[in-house]
């Protein structure tokens, strides 16, 4: 079982089998595709909500060690031998500097995303980090990562449903046009029954995304990419009418909070750039996937980063970070910002459609990403083989598409989600960290092996993604580790029970 549990998967196998006349899927996809499906992931509802919140903290009704960052009980113990002064109300703003914090968090992504481009470059297979694990740490690492993208990929897009949700709803209500509590609210939020039924907006907007994504990849492409386009003019225009409001008294002070402040905001907006990651699972369906994933993983991070500083410094100057602490503001920051500062009708309707694009985009990468983990994990046994389907006239893992769809639909339509972006950022980063351990693996074991990227500077590259990211895990809060490590435990016990025993390996080791 030992040598089963370690065992890797050989990598001109794993492409054998992604040529499989039953298994292989459609490649449809370029460059220009990829960069679109990670810019179309990245810039969802978080730059719209997130920047605002990040900028302004986070307060909680009591003091409790559950909201405290590890890094901070770490820190205290060693000095005191106590945990008690970490009690937290809150997370203190970042202000202004919250655009030094889109860098930093950049950069730490930035080299991940390069080690993502040289193992996409490699093996060029559905799968994303599952896939990489299995080639280079063995099974019980490639089951991990692969139920933590689950998380991820669930959790998000849970979010983000939820989040589409509630901005339709208040947009319909602006236009005259109410929709029922009862159908349009969370069943279940805070620990209690809400008197809802169900949340329709949520479950819609995934069910019509997951049909979209059954019928086929280059139509799903095509949507992304009018969607992508959409949103970035919104962010674009927005930048153009929110300058001319900008007030620079509003820039100080500019981090309140110092760097703790500015860390922590990193912690919180790290979620604004999951997604880059996603272009690896279009690995099977790029047409020359060892040049066109490194582009379309390094141009989308670029892209977004320059975006993402935009608007925080935008915004930030055109009112005082303080503002966006609760309410309205808080909930959708742009927004209020510009319609209490008197911008145009059209240009407020302009950045709510972008919007709303924003968010559709993100959810339709996500769940195509999604599928695509569900689809390399059937193939390869860890989860029943009926998800591995291929749609004999669309050429989609139509059955792992529906789970995906359903896993999310549902949840979105019965639930309101709570730190769920804390949860999502702990699965990338955990992702981020062992895709990163995999280029200094394959260096030392295959480094003859063709490489259509490759990081510069291994392993010093590789160990400083490997850093930066275990950084940032010590930066949120105790609770998410808590809520992870029990999913990791749940995912843990089902391979013991069913994956081990189905694998691939197991039947090439018998």
Not at 98 to 122: D, K, N, P, R
Request: aromatic share 12%; charged share 10%.
């Amino acid at each position: 079982m030992g040598s089963q549990l370690l065992r890797c998967k050989n990598i001109d196998q794993l492409i054998a089998d992604a040529e499989d006349p039953e298994k292989r899927l459609k490649k449809t996809l370029g460059w220009v595709s990829l960069t679109a499906l990670g810019i179309g992931a990245i810039i969802g509802s978080g730059i719209f909500v997130l920047t605002g919140t990040a900028a302004a903290g986070e307060y909680f009704q009591a003091p409790s060690i559950l909201h405290a960052q590890v890094l901070d009980l770490a820190v205290n113990f060693l000095r005191g031998g106590s945990t008690a002064s970490v009690l937290m109300h809150g997370r203190p703003p970042a202000g202004p500097s919250i655009a030094i914090s889109f860098v930093l968090v950049a950069i730490a992504c930035g080299f991940a995303g390069l080690c993502y481009a040289e193992l996409a470059s490699m093996i060029p297979i559905a799968g994303s980090a599952y896939t990489y694990s299995y080639a280079t740490l063995g099974e019980i690492f490639a089951w991990i990562i692969g139920w933590d993208l689950i998380l991820e990929y669930v959790v998000s897009n849970v979010a983000v449903a939820i989040s589409f949700s509630a901005y339709t709803k208040a947009q319909l209500l602006s236009f005259g046009i109410p929709l029922p509590d009862r159908w349009s609210t969370p069943v279940w939020e805070s620990g209690h029954w809400t008197g809802s039924y169900f949340n329709i907006p949520g479950f819609l907007i995934i069910f019509v995304l997951t049909v979209l994504l059954v019928r086929g990849i280059r139509e799903s492409a095509k949507a992304n990419n009018v969607m992508v386009a959409v949103k970035i003019g919104a962010i674009l225009l927005f930048l153009l009418i929110g300058g001319m409001l900008v007030h620079p008294a509003n820039w100080k002070p500019f981090a309140p909070s110092g760097f703790g402040g500015i860390v922590t905001g990193g912690a919180i907006v790290f979620f604004t750039y999951i997604g880059f990651d996603s272009v690896s699972t279009a690995a099977e369906e790029a047409k020359n996937p060892q040049r066109d994933l490194p582009i379309g993983i390094i141009l989308s991070l670029i892209v977004c980063t320059i975006l993402y500083v935009g608007v925080s410094i935008v915004l930030l100057g055109m009112m005082r970070y303080t503002t966006f602490v609760s309410g309205d503001a808080a909930e959708a920051p742009v927004a209020y910002a510009l319609h209490t500062l008197g911008a145009s009708h059209f240009a407020q309707t302009v950045i709510i459609v972008g919007a709303l694009m924003g968010m559709i985009s993100s959810l339709l990468v996500f769940q195509y990403g999604q599928a695509r983990i569900w689809y390399a994990m059937s193939r390869d046994c860890l989860f029943p083989k009926l998800f591995a389907r291929i749609h004999p006239k669309y050429k989609t893992p139509h059955m792992s598409t529906w789970v995906a769809g359903f896993a999310v639909g549902i949840p979105a339509g019965i639930f309101a989600v709570s730190d769920v972006a804390d949860l999502s950022n702990i699965g990338t980063l955990f992702a981020f960290v062992l895709v990163s351990l995999g280029v200094i693996i394959l260096r030392r074991k295959q480094p003859e092996r063709p490489r259509g990227f490759r990081v510069p500077f291994v392993p010093l590259f590789p160990i400083i993604a490997i850093v930066l990211c275990g950084g940032l895990m010590t930066g949120l809060t105790v609770i998410t580790w808590i809520r992870f490590l029990l999913w990791l435990a749940l995912g843990l016990v089902i391979y013991y029970l069913y994956s081990r025993k189905r694998s691939t390996l197991r039947g090439e080791n018998t």
